[in-house]
């Protein structure tokens, strides 16, 4: 699976964070969990970090996993 690209972030005054992908907003983060995405982007992958936070982690092979028959 490629890894995850596009994804920016912008800090604001007032403390919040607006994760963007691909110029598109995919998240909005506020108060103690804007402060904790920070210190994760900070010290890891920007890019994954960012993929993970807003959800956009998980494109791959869900739709073969949903169509097994174990997942029925």
Do not use: C
């Amino acid at each position: 699976m490629p890894k995850p690209q596009g994804f920016t972030y912008e800090r604001r005054a007032d403390g919040t964070v607006t994760i963007t992908h691909r110029g598109r907003a995919a998240s909005t983060l506020r108060g103690p969990r804007a402060e904790k995405f920070l210190t994760e982007v900070e010290s890891g992958d920007a890019q994954l970090v960012m993929a993970r936070w807003t959800g956009a982690y998980k494109f791959g092979n869900e739709r073969t996993a949903r169509n097994h028959p174990r997942n029925r």
